[in-house]
């Protein structure tokens, strides 16, 4: 179907021109959240004319990382993952920007992964607590 990318998160690192973001954005089923980690802020830059900022950027599903500070992706990351509806996060890679960013890139997966895995054992801890705890229910 139109829909071919079922994972309800895909994270993409670099954004090159643009136009793979533009293919997932089309390609993803409608509640997919979509996450860009683009380190270079000069190619986001080049991007302006490629792509359609504007509309991207009203979107819900649309979640953006840029710079090379890495250490300030935890808060995107917090708003990015919808721990109620996570299932399966893929990743897309424009290839000839993570190769040439390639520290960059494995560190921000590590961080990415941890910090998921983070996020949904606080949330199952928490569904698991208030199963526990005593009703009051008169």
């Given at each position: 179907?139109k829909?071919?990318?079922?994972n ?6 670099g ?18 959240r ?20 504007p509309?991207?950027l009203?979107?819900?599903d649309f ?5 090379a500070?890495?250490?300030?992706l ?5 708003k990015?993952v919808d ?10 890679e424009?290839?000839?920007?993570v190769?040439?960013?390639?520290g960059f890139?494995t560190?921000?997966?590590?961080l ?9 054992y606080?949330?199952?801890?928490r569904?698991?607590e ?7 229910v008169?």
């Open positions: 179907g829909h071919d990318l079922e309800d998160h895909i994270i993409i690192f954004l090159g021109l643009g136009y793979h973001l533009d293919q997932v954005m089309t390609r993803k089923a409608p509640g997919t979509v996450l860009l980690v683009e380190p270079d802020l000069e190619i986001v830059y080049h991007s302006l004319n490629t792509l359609d900022w509309q991207l009203t979107r819900e979640f953006y990382f840029f710079g500070d890495s250490n300030l935890s808060a995107t990351i917090e990015f721990v109620i509806r996570f299932d399966r996060l893929e990743v897309v424009l290839q000839s920007e190769r040439f960013l390639a890139f560190n921000v997966k590590e990415i992964d941890n910090e998921v895995r983070a996020l949904l606080d949330f199952k801890t569904l698991a208030e199963a526990v705890l005593p009703r009051n008169l």
